[in-house]
């Protein structure tokens, strides 16, 4: 169990590890490791807290072989990127229902098609039927529980009960109709525990230990720019017509970014407003404190450890406002398309022409996985992918740019996204062709040093295509990259002199 680590096994996982370390296994006792998306730091994650008691002990000690679907941490990158961990990261809503489908399966008992070994999970309650209460996420919880041979049970004894904040569905093999039930973002179409198959449970043990959650990233001059171009965009919107005054249900990725946009909606003056998401960080609970969040629906509440104190001396103004659902459910296409989601989220690259990637620098190497940011862009009402316009480095103070020619990965093309924001503007690329996108994404998005570099890469391009043949998105493939070659050489930034 897991997801943004938050409602992980934090027991099991350590005695593993100081097993592994006693009988000098590093290497050699292997794990393949299935989690909703991220989990604690004791498995994977970096160090987050002072107060942290081990540090990506897993992938420290070599005992991961294979990891789904979505990972954080600067040891488990590493060990991806060097393929000594074999990766497919998955769209968070897809990878539950592949996996109560068999397509990870080893074999099938009867008709029960039984993929994991071992199930570890949390829990802060279990009910007098033998049914699951889980803490403060849900994630793929269910479907990993239904997949099982045999479950081992984490009861949490220090954390209270969330018992009543959670929307249950069990998945089914294709077609899934459980979302055809949600209409609303508030509807509840499940059971407030996870039901349990108790003939599989081989252990129960208790845990004493809080979620490991790093602090809330604080907002930054370019975090508040951004979050101001897109709050100003949402005024233009309802001015126009073509959003309801308290907005359309929102969902925001993680980071200062999003804190900044959460934040700034905290104070602004729109009210009544939704939230359908994956994650709900601490700037949220300000958003619910000033009485313009409504209700939210997400998958996780991954507070600090100071947000999860506030979190809990709100509980009982909040308890009926906020739901927990499986990842299936919360990043369900068919549910983000019908309530008309108004999605955001941060890429590592976007270019010219619309295209954004999510997951990996420089076209190679794995940052974390495309998460959920593909479940909600591609189904969204309106699409929003917000980024600084540049990302220092060592070399040059200005740094790389967020803005290329052409993505080196693309996880999402130029038919999923609407808008374009960077502290230096917003660009809406609704109803442009290709060339038309390409001029307002340079003159509002791009950084003024590099903004002259690309308009001259758009120029000769247009020319040279135009003049050989004819092009719809014109590049010139033999110069494409070469921002991007310029800074993995020793130069280190993408200021070229010429194309």
């Known amino acids: 169990?897991?997801?943004?680590?938050?409602?992980?096994?934090?027991?099991?996982?350590?005695?593993?590890?100081?097993?592994?370390?006693?009988?000098?296994?590093?290497?050699?006792?292997?794990?393949?490791?299935?989690?909703?998306?991220?989990?604690?730091?004791?498995?994977?994650?970096?160090?987050?807290?002072?107060?942290?008691?081990?540090?990506?002990?897993?992938?420290?000690?070599?005992?991961?072989?294979?990891?789904?679907?979505?990972?954080?941490?600067?040891?488990?990158?590493?060990?991806?990127?060097?393929?000594?961990?074999?990766?497919?990261?998955?769209?968070?809503?897809?990878?539950?229902?592949?996996?109560?489908?068999?397509?990870?399966?080893?074999?099938?008992?009867?008709?029960?098609?039984?993929?994991?070994?071992?199930?570890?999970?949390?829990?802060?309650?279990?009910?007098?039927?033998?049914?699951?209460?889980?803490?403060?996420?849900?994630?793929?919880?269910?479907?990993?529980?239904?997949?099982?041979?045999?479950?081992?049970?984490?009861?949490?004894?220090?954390?209270?009960?969330?018992?009543?904040?959670?929307?249950?569905?069990?998945?089914?093999?294709?077609?899934?109709?459980?979302?055809?039930?949600?209409?609303?973002?508030?509807?509840?179409?499940?059971?407030?525990?996870?039901?349990?198959?108790?003939?599989?449970?081989?252990?129960?043990?208790?845990?004493?230990?809080?979620?490991?959650?790093?602090?809330?990233?604080?907002?930054?001059?370019t975090s508040r720019a951004i979050a101001g171009h897109i709050l100003d965009f949402f005024e233009h919107e309802i001015k126009m017509g073509r959003m309801p005054k308290q907005l359309l249900p929102l969902q925001s990725g993680v980071g200062n970014i999003a804190n900044a946009i959460i934040g700034g909606l905290a104070d602004g003056p729109f009210v009544d407003v939704e939230v359908w998401t994956e994650v709900i960080q601490d700037t949220f609970l300000d958003f619910w404190e000033h009485h313009k969040l409504k209700f939210a629906s997400a998958t996780s509440v991954a507070f600090s450890p100071i947000g999860f104190q506030r979190f809990f001396e709100m509980w009982n103004d909040m308890k009926d406002r906020l739901v927990l659902r499986n990842q299936s459910v919360s990043n369900s296409p068919e549910v983000i398309r019908r309530l008309g989601v108004i999605a955001m989220n941060t890429p590592v690259e976007f270019d010219m022409y619309g295209h954004a990637n999510s997951t990996h620098v420089n076209g190679s190497k794995m940052l974390n996985g495309i998460g959920g940011s593909g479940d909600f862009l591609r189904n969204a009402k309106l699409s929003i992918m917000h980024t600084p316009s540049v990302r220092p480095t060592k070399k040059d103070p200005t740094g790389i740019s967020c803005i290329v020619p052409m993505c080196s990965h693309v996880d999402h093309t130029e038919h999923d996204i609407d808008i374009f924001v960077t502290e230096q503007g917003l660009a809406d690329i609704r109803g442009l062709a290709p060339i038309e996108r390409a001029r307002a994404i340079i003159k509002h998005c791009a950084h003024?040093?590099?903004?002259?570099?690309?308009?001259?890469?758009?120029?000769?391009?247009?020319?040279?295509?135009?003049?050989?043949?004819?092009?719809?998105?014109?590049?010139?493939?033999?110069?494409?990259?070469?921002?991007?070659?310029?800074?993995?050489s020793e130069n280190n930034t993408m200021k070229i002199d010429s194309w």
């Open 1 to 221: 169990s897991g997801f943004t680590g938050v409602g992980y096994p934090k027991e099991i996982p350590v005695a593993l590890a100081k097993y592994v370390e006693a009988n000098n296994l590093q290497g050699q006792l292997k794990f393949e490791l299935f989690i909703g998306a991220s989990v604690g730091s004791e498995t994977e994650n970096r160090q987050v807290m002072r107060s942290t008691r081990f540090d990506c002990r897993w992938a420290r000690n070599g005992m991961i072989s294979r990891r789904y679907p979505y990972q954080v941490g600067k040891d488990i990158r590493r060990e991806i990127n060097l393929n000594h961990i074999k990766f497919a990261d998955k769209h968070l809503s897809e990878f539950p229902l592949d996996l109560v489908s068999g397509y990870y399966a080893l074999e099938k008992r009867g008709d029960i098609m039984e993929h994991l070994d071992v199930v570890i999970c949390e829990a802060t309650k279990i009910t007098e039927e033998g049914n699951i209460i889980p803490g403060a996420s849900v994630g793929a919880t269910p479907e990993i529980i239904q997949s099982a041979r045999d479950i081992i049970i984490e009861v949490n004894t220090i954390l209270p009960s969330f018992e009543g904040l959670h929307d249950i569905t069990l998945s089914k093999f294709a077609p899934y109709k459980f979302p055809n039930l949600i209409q609303r973002v508030d509807d509840r179409v499940g059971v407030p525990y996870i039901q349990l198959d108790t003939d599989k449970v081989v252990a129960i043990i208790e845990s004493r230990h809080n979620d490991n959650t790093a602090e809330s990233e604080p907002e930054d001059d």
């Open 448 to 488: 003024p040093d590099y903004r002259p570099i690309l308009t001259d890469y758009l120029n000769h391009a247009e020319k040279k295509c135009m003049t050989l043949t004819a092009a719809h998105q014109p590049h010139m493939l033999d110069r494409v990259f070469k921002m991007h070659s310029n800074s993995m």
